[in-house]
Each structure stands twice: as structure tokens, then as C-alpha cells.
């Protein structure tokens, strides 16, 4: 699918990976862009950098399938359709099973994560997805791509991170049955999974975190750059081969257990 003039929603576009890559959809690929995230602040300071022209800011809970409806109803009331959605928004929540005095952890906690990180991504996919079935077919194939943000996590969850772990392996499950469905509707669907990438609040640590950091990654010897995750998901859109797929993209780094 040509990118050049397209509707991209990002959730957590407003900052990370996801701010890295509205800025490049919209900068170098000409697409129309769409943030949804919970901080207005940044949101609206995404929308200035990449100018009110081509940019549309919503405040969203993805977890909240009114506000997502209401968001996806300003998308279509701006820019009349939707080509492309990236669901990046996620709560890096990390807790153990037996918490102080190995004592279970609160339910709760789980409920949080799978809320944002998995309801709230099958919650945008879907109304998205619903809008890109309206679309007209780009060249007989196409109407829409779906990009689902899993981790590395996914495959070497850390201590820590069973409820973040879960999430987003479930992301890579969702893959298949899902680019089986909406492939009937020109709809495809992908994920990636990231390792470390040089964000803003990475690139905030001390010296000796991120040289241990670095120390973990195989080839380049480094954090990957946030443009390379956004070049990620244009080549996802641009392929129309490419569906059902997950892409580990870490520099063949694989996560300790701590």
C-alpha cells in the first residue's frame, strides 16, 4: 500500500516509538496522522511538530471501547477514512507473582496490563478495521493494514513481567486469526516485536545501565534508533506480501531473565 497521503492512527503515538514513527509517516512518507494517547500535552505538541495540517490529535483509552469509538468517529470526521492503524499504547507494568512475603499478587495488577495492552489493542484494531473495509481496494488488493506493537517480551519475559509478557505474546497470537478474517476485506494484519530502542527515557539512564544495555545486544552493538522501528512499520505497509507476520526486530538480542 502507497503511504503517500494515507490515514495512519498511532496509539501512543505521542511519545517513543510511536511519536518517532507518526513523525516519520508524516515527514518523509506523507501520510495524514492520527494520535490517540492519554497525554494531551504531548499530543498536542506531536500535532505542532508535524503540523495541524496533516496531524490529528485525540485524547484515548484504548481500554475504553466508547472512547475509542469516539476517537475513531474524529478520524473519519477529519480526514473521511482510515488506512492504517499502529497500536503502540502500552503499560510496561512489572510486578512478580509472590510479591513482599510471598504474597500473591492482587489480581488486579494482571487485570490492569491485559486491559491496555491486549483488550486495548483488539479493541482499536477492530474499529479500525471496521473503516477499512469501506475503503476502495488499492489496486484490487488492498484496504487497509493493521500493526500490532508485541516485544521481546513475548518470547524472554524477564522476572517481572508475566502480566507484560502475556500481553504481548497474545499480540503475536492474534496474528493469524486475524489476518485470515480481515484478509477477506483487503485488511492485513502484522506485529512487531521490538527489543531495546533509544527513546527519550532510555536515553535519559546513566552511563553504566546503558553500557549494560548495549553489552546485551549482539549486532550493531547498540540500542536500535527509533527511526528504524518506524521504517519497520512503512515497509509492513508497502509490502502487500507481507501478512500474518511477526518481526523480532532487536539486533538478535535476546532479554535476560533480570
Known sequence: MRIQDKVVVITGGASGLGLATAQFMAKEKGARIAIFDLNAEAGEQAVTDIGAERALFVQTDVSNEESVQAAVDAVMARFGAIHVCINGAALPVAFKV????????????????????????????????????????????????????????????????????????????????????????????????????????????????????KEQMEAPKRLGDVREFAHCCAFIVENAYVNAETIRLDAASRMRAR
Open 98 to 213: 509472590l510479591g513482599k512475603e510471598g504474597k500473591a499478587a492482587p489480581l488486579a495488577k494482571f487485570a490492569q496490563s491485559t486491559a491496555v495492552n491486549l483488550n486495548g489493542v483488539f479493541n482499536v484494531m477492530s474499529k479500525c478495521a471496521e473503516q477499512m473495509a469501506r475503503n476502495e481496494p488499492e489496486n484490487g488488493e488492498e484496504r487497509g493494514v493493521v500493526i500490532n506493537v508485541s516485544s521481546g517480551a513475548a518470547y524472554e519475559g524477564q522476572v517481572g513481567q508475566c502480566a507484560y509478557s502475556a500481553t504481548k505474546a497474545a499480540i503475536i497470537g492474534m496474528n493469524m486469526p486475524a489476518a485470515r478474517e480481515l484478509g477477506a476485506v483487503g485488511v492485513r494484519v502484522n506485529a512487531i516485536a521490538p527489543g531495546l530502542f533509544l527513546t527519550k527515557m532510555v536515553s535519559m539512564l546513566d552511563d553504566k545501565v546503558m553500557a549494560s544495555l
